[in-house]
Nanobody, 122 residues
Framework: QVQLVESGGGLVQPGGSLRLSCAAS????????MGWYRQTPGKQRELVAI???????NYASSVKGRFTISRDNDKKTVNLQMDSLKFEDTAMYYC????????????????WGQGTQVTVSS
C-alpha cells in the first residue's frame, strides 16, 4: 500500500504565501515524477507543477514565477511554495507521485493524495 498525505492548505489573503507539503509512505521501491495539481468545482484537474526524480521542474504558465516546487528524495516528500497568491489560485490541491512498489518494482503507478484546500480571499 502507498499513501500520499498532504498538509499546509488554508485561507490566505491575496498577495500572501502558503507552503504545501506531501509525504509518501508505504511499500515504496522508487518514486519517479512528483507533482501538484489543482481542481475547482466544475473544472478538470490541472497540472500546477511537476518535478522529476533528478530535480527538473515544469510549471503551469499561470503560476510560473510565483510557485516553487521542491522535493526531498530521502524523505519522500514534495513541497509547493506558493507566493503572491491570487484569487484564482483558490482550489483543492492534490499531490501526485509516480511510484513503483516493492511488490512490483518494474511497474509504475500514479498515486494521489486526498487533497488540501487553498482559499485566497480578502
Amino acid at each position: 500500500q502507498v499513501q500520499l498525505v498532504e498538509s499546509g492548505g488554508g485561507l490566505v489573503q491575496p498577495g500572501g504565501s502558503l507552503r504545501l507539503s506531501c509525504a509518501a509512505s508505504g511499500s515504496i521501491f522508487s518514486i519517479n515524477d512528483m507533482g501538484w495539481y489543482r481542481q475547482t468545482p466544475g473544472k478538470q484537474r490541472e497540472l500546477v507543477a511537476i518535478i522529476s526524480s533528478g530535480g527538473s521542474t515544469n510549471y503551469a504558465s499561470s503560476v510560473k514565477g510565483r510557485f516553487t516546487i521542491s522535493r526531498d528524495n530521502d524523505k519522500k516528500t514534495v513541497n509547493l511554495q506558493m507566493d503572491s497568491l491570487k484569487f484564482e489560485d483558490t482550489a483543492m490541491y492534490y499531490c501526485n507521485a509516480v511510484i513503483s512498489t516493492r511488490s512490483f518494482v518494474s511497474r509504475w503507478s500514479s498515486y494521489w493524495g486526498q487533497g488540501t484546500q487553498v482559499t485566497v480571499s480578502s
